[in-house]
């Protein structure tokens, strides 16, 4: 079938597991779209024009929605037809540029303290005292946790990188527990005889026994087994996001917070705090895992020009004799 196909591509390149189950959905609803029931139906490409005008005009979809579309589109075009598409440019949809939700210092700390349940308040502590995305703090396992040096890896990040962050020292005793549990249920899997846990580049292949070490195992953990979606294997998985998601949502509520609070918001809250407190964009940089620095550089927008740069407005000046 086309869909193994695309899949199988995006395997050879070490597409995350998020992105391929993403561009298999657009693929799949690509080819619905054309009506097309063989391979050759599909070799002309005027339909991927007119599948982006459907999903603008029709649907209605936001600009990053649609550019989502297309690259997916792109890549069964090229890796899987192999067939050359051109004018790329004149396909993207222009995306307008959006300051991200940044809380301050004290409504941050608002939804942190609401956070209720383990291990979803630690995990959102983590987020935001070590910047971290969602699917990092899930797959942070025990050997990437230095109590001695209060340091975090991140291994295999986005874009396949590496990293390491500070860890926040207020979190250490929460973590040592944390990691008691997590024992507590590896020694539980060890007795039943149950699979070790996913190792990532196919390392459970080369090394046969490391997956069942503790090392290896999750700093949180699921409480339940599941079947590993690329592999079939039943066996535990790391924590599930949308509970983190949900208890977050909840705290956000709770807080009195009006603005849209996710697990990455903390992240958003990380940098441009950092920055406010006089740390360099270069070292924040690095600590986000950012390629390049104008990635780094749209929480500058978040501060200034009016936040940080003591800007009066001019209403202000105009009536403050009256004011006083």
Not at 44 to 72: C, M, P
Not at 141 to 160: S, T
């Amino acid at each position: 079938m086309l869909i193994n196909e695309v899949m199988d591509a995006m395997k050879r390149q070490h597409k995350s597991h998020k992105t391929a189950q993403a561009y298999r959905a657009k693929i799949t609803d690509f080819v619905r779209f054309t009506k097309a029931r063989q391979r050759e139906d599909l070799y002309d490409t005027g339909w991927i024009e007119k599948y982006l005008t459907h999903l603008a005009v029709k649907r209605r979809v936001s600009a990053s929605t649609q550019n989502q579309a297309f690259y997916a589109v792109l890549f069964l075009y090229r890796e899987v037809l192999k067939i050359d598409v051109q004018n790329v440019s004149s396909l993207r949809a222009k995306e307008g540029k959006r300051l991200p939700v940044v809380l301050s210092k004290t409504d941050t700390r608002k939804v942190l303290n609401c956070v209720q349940g383990e291990p979803y308040h630690l995990i959102s502590q983590l987020l935001y005292g070590a910047g971290l995305r969602l699917s990092e703090a899930q797959r942070l396992r025990i050997k990437d946790v230095d109590f001695e040096r209060y340091l975090l890896f991140i291994r295999g990040a986005k874009g396949d990188k590496d990293r390491s962050v500070p860890l926040p020292r207020m979190l250490v005793k929460p973590l040592m527990d944390q990691m008691e549990i997590a024992r507590r249920l590896w020694e539980i899997d060890a007795q039943r005889g149950m699979p070790p846990v996913s190792m990532p580049n196919a390392l459970g292949d080369k090394y046969k026994s490391e997956g069942t070490k503790f090392g290896w195992f999750w700093v949180f953990p699921a409480e339940n087994y599941s079947r590993d979606p690329e592999t079939g294997i039943v066996r535990r998985h790391h924590v599930y996001e949308t509970g983190i998601q949900r208890a977050i949502q909840r705290a956000r509520n709770e807080a009195g917070v009006y603005e849209h609070v996710t697990p990455h918001t903390f992240r958003h809250c990380f940098a441009t705090h950092l920055l406010q407190d006089g740390y360099s964009i270069r070292v924040v940089q690095e600590l986000l895992g950012h390629e390049d620095v104008k990635t780094t550089m749209i929480y500058t927008h978040c501060m200034l020009p009016a936040g940080e740069a003591g800007i009066v407005s001019p209403l202000d000046k105009m009536f403050q004799a009256d004011v006083i």
